[in-house]
C-alpha cells in the first residue's frame, strides 16, 4: 500500500514510502491517540491557567516567588510539564505527518511498538534511552 489517501500532502506521501516504518492504519492509531492526548492537556491548560491568572504578573518576576506559596509554585510547575508534554505530542503529531515517527531520533532504528504504544511521545528506542538515562544520572540531573 505505497500510496497514501488523497488528503495527504506530496510530500508526507513521498516520506511515507521512503520510510516505511509503520503502515497506516497503525499511523492513524497513534495520530488518533496523540490528538487526544493534547485536547485533554489543552483543556487542562485552560483550568490552569484560570487558576492561576491573577499571578501572571508574578510568574514573570519568578525570583521572587521562590520562596512564596508552595501550591502556587506547584501549579507553576505542572503548567511546565504539560506545556513540554505538549510541544512533544507536537512534535510527534509532525513527525508523524513526515513518516518519521517510530524511528529513533538517535540511532535511526525502528522504536518498538510496544514502547510507542506505552508512549507514544518518545524519540528513542530504548537502548538509547537507557544509554541516556545513564548520562543524565552520571550527571545526577536535578528533578
Ligand atoms: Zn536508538
Not at 6 to 32: C, G, V
Not at 80 to 86: S, T
Request: overall charge positive; glycine content about 2%.
Amino acid at each position: 500500500m505505497p500510496y497514501r489517501a488523497a488528503s495527504m500532502s506530496t510530500l508526507s506521501s513521498r516520506r511515507a514510502i521512503t520510510l516505511p516504518a509503520m503502515n497506516k492504519q497503525k499511523t492513524e492509531h497513534f495520530r488518533k491517540t496523540l490528538t487526544q492526548q493534547l485536547s485533554a492537556l489543552n483543556a487542562e491548560m485552560q483550568t490552569t491557567k484560570k487558576d492561576i491568572a491573577h499571578d501572571e504578573e508574578v510568574y514573570a518576576d519568578w525570583t521572587d516567588v521562590a520562596s512564596a506559596e508552595t501550591d502556587k509554585t506547584m501549579q507553576l510547575k505542572i503548567r511546565d510539564r504539560e506545556r513540554m508534554l505538549m510541544r512533544k505530542i507536537e512534535d510527534a503529531l509532525k513527525r508523524l505527518d513526515v513518516g518519521t515517527f517510530g524511528l529513533c531520533e538517535r540511532c535511526e532504528d525502528p522504536i518498538s511498538e510496544q514502547r510507542l504504544k506505552a508512549r507514544p511521545v518518545t524519540t528513542l528506542c530504548i537502548d538509547c534511552k537507557a544509554e541516556m538515562e545513564g548520562l543524565e544520572h552520571k550527571r545526577s540531573y536535578p528533578m
